[in-house]
Every structure is written in C-alpha cells, then in structure tokens.
C-alpha cells in the first residue's frame, strides 16, 4: 500500500482548494463509490443481524483505521450502534503517523471539506475557529492531512450513515494529535470536555491496538486467561496477544487515564492512537459533574491475523 500511496502523493495532480482528497481511496479502500457502499452496508448489515441497535445516547466510539479488509468488520460494530438522526457533530481525533507534530493541529483555515467517494462531509468551522482562537492547535498542512490515514479511514463509514438529502449534514471537527505528555493531554481534555456536552456531538476516536511481531519490533504478550475473542486461536499467540489487549481496555473501561499510561509504560503496547485515547479519557475526566455520566464498554475486537488466509499475528483492533 505505501508505494501507491507515495506515487500518488508524488503525482502532479493538484489539490482541491478547500477541499481534502480521499487520498487513500482505491487502496485503503474501495475508491467506487457503488463498490465501497455495497462493502459497508453489507458489514453493518452483519451488525445489525447479530443485534446491534442505534443508540440515541451514543457519545463516543473507538474505530480502527487499518485497511477495511482488516479492520472493518470492528469499525461496523461500533458505527452500527450510531444514530444518525440525532448526530449532528463529530470531532474526529486520530494520531498523526508519519508527521511530527507538537501538541494537537487542526485542518488549516481554508479547508472546508474532506471529500470522499460517498459525497462531501462538510467542515464545522465555527467550531474550529473557537478552537483556533485558545492559540493551542497548530495549523495541518494539507499534504501532511492527506497523507494521513487515521482520520480518512473512519469517512466511507460516517459518509455513508450522515451524508443524507434528508436531514442537515452532520459537521466534522477533525484533529490530529501528535507529541504530548500528560499535562498537556489533561489540557486538552479540558479544552475540548465543552464539546462532549454538546447535544448531537459524538466523538470518534481512531486508533488501532496491538501492533505486534518482528516487523513491529515488539513481541511481548499478555496472560491468555483474560482472552474473549481469541481464546482458541485460530494461532497461539491470539490469545496471548489479546490477554495484552485486555488489560489496557479495562482501564480505558475503568476512565483510568493514569492506570492507562502506567500500562501503556510497563508493557509498552504499541496502540497507535494511545495519545488520542488519553485526551479523551481527560475529556470524560473535564466533562464529569456537567453530564450525565458515560459509561465506556468495547462491543468488539479483533486481530487481521485471524482473517481467513492471513498469516500469523501482527495488528489488533
């Protein structure tokens, strides 16, 4: 995928002012529009028959951003609990992979859109700019924003549940997040815990789990007791690597952001979007006493390894 990606970005095709291009589309994912959308509602349509339902109360989701063969029978199972009549804003917050950024960078002034095959999602830019003016984002620049896959990979579905004639188009306020230490996590949870409290504001958390193997330089692994999905297999070390999982998840169940980090230290789990999860976790932090409180349950995981056909172990979701 990453020499495409690079011809692709080192094309001469020029951008779009205003507008975000589903750079990742035709690779990461099905880049036809009649293609991607018969692959998503039929991985929601698996959802629901397994007794997903729409959830009205719904504030948060954690989805995973790995290629949509490997990840989005997970992503499905927290989007299918979305409910897009009452979802009139999301904040999108992803780790930036490839860039170095200093603190939290939002999309540049004049980005309007992010495109995808799905049809446009529209921008909140009055909440951007109230953003912009506490003077603590930095400014994305667009190549760095498309060449970013965190965020994209959670559009086909969000375009695919809001992007309807029928009702106004639900807003993005996308953010990437980059280096931060805990003090500035908690301070950022602060900033955005406003947000949380909105009506019709859900926030989308992108981040996959447990990178493991060689190629990924890490091999450590977790007790296999505390495995759910993979205590049988299909490969030995499935269980062990969930067991690793486990334990990080019921402290983000737990909005133990301290317990998070301690963890995250000792063991080293190579979770992408860790810093994302903990400025969320401050968020809920922020937010208690002003809401009502929120309760945080995983409804899903997986690891590629166990898709048919694949190899021995490498990425969790």
């Known amino acids: 995928l990453l020499p495409g990606l690079r011809e692709f970005m080192g094309s001469s095709r020029p951008g779009l002012r205003g507008v975000r291009r589903p750079t990742h589309a035709g690779s990461w994912y099905e880049g036809d529009p009649d293609l991607l959308r018969d692959e998503l509602q039929q991985m929601l349509g698996t959802e629901y028959a397994e007794g997903a339902m729409a959830d009205p109360k719904l504030k948060a989701v954690i989805s995973p951003h790995a290629g949509l063969r490997y990840s989005g029978s997970v992503a499905a199972g927290v989007f299918a609990r979305l409910d897009p009549a009452t979802v009139k804003q999301v904040v999108l917050i992803g780790p930036s992979h490839h860039a170095y950024l200093e603190g939290c960078a939002l999309p540049g002034e004049e980005v309007t859109k992010y495109r995808t095959p799905l049809g446009d999602l529209p921008l909140d830019l009055d909440t951007l700019a109230e953003l912009r003016k506490t003077n603590q984002?930095?400014?994305?620049?667009?190549?760095?924003?498309?060449?970013?896959?965190?965020?994209?990979?959670?559009?086909?579905?969000?375009?695919?549940?809001?992007?309807?004639?029928?009702?106004?188009?639900?807003?993005?306020?996308?953010m990437l997040v980059g280096q931060v230490d805990a003090k500035s996590e908690a301070h950022y949870g602060r900033l955005l815990a406003p947000l949380l409290m909105r009506e019709g504001t859900v926030f989308v958390i992108s981040s996959d789990f447990c990178h493991w193997g060689a190629q990924f330089g890490y091999t450590r692994v977790?007790?296999?007791?505390?495995?759910?999905?993979?205590?049988?297999?299909?490969?030995?070390?499935?269980?062990?690597?969930?067991?690793?999982?486990?334990?990080?998840?019921?402290?983000?169940?737990?909005?133990?952001?301290?317990?998070?980090?301690?963890?995250?230290?000792?063991?080293?789990?190579?979770?992408?979007?860790?810093?994302?999860?903990?400025?969320?976790?401050?968020?809920?932090?922020?937010?208690?006493?002003?809401?009502?409180?929120?309760?945080?349950?995983?409804?899903?995981?997986?690891?590629?390894?166990?898709?048919?056909?694949?190899?021995?172990p490498r990425t969790a979701s």
Request: aromatic share 6%.
């Open 222 to 312: 977790g007790s296999p007791g505390l495995a759910k999905t993979y205590r049988d297999g299909p490969h030995p070390d499935n269980a062990k690597i969930e067991g690793l999982d486990r334990e990080g998840m019921t402290l983000i169940e737990q909005q133990d952001a301290d317990g998070f980090r301690k963890y995250l230290h000792r063991e080293g789990n190579t979770i992408c979007g860790r810093h994302p999860i903990l400025v969320f976790l401050e968020t809920l932090a922020a937010a208690s006493g002003n809401t009502s409180p929120i309760a945080v349950d995983f409804v899903k995981y997986a690891q590629s390894s166990a898709l048919p056909g694949m190899p021995p």
């Open 137 to 174: 984002f930095s400014a994305l620049p667009m190549d760095v924003d498309e060449a970013e896959h965190s965020i994209e990979m959670q559009l086909p579905f969000l375009a695919l549940l809001l992007h309807s004639p029928k009702r106004p188009a639900a807003t993005l306020v996308p």
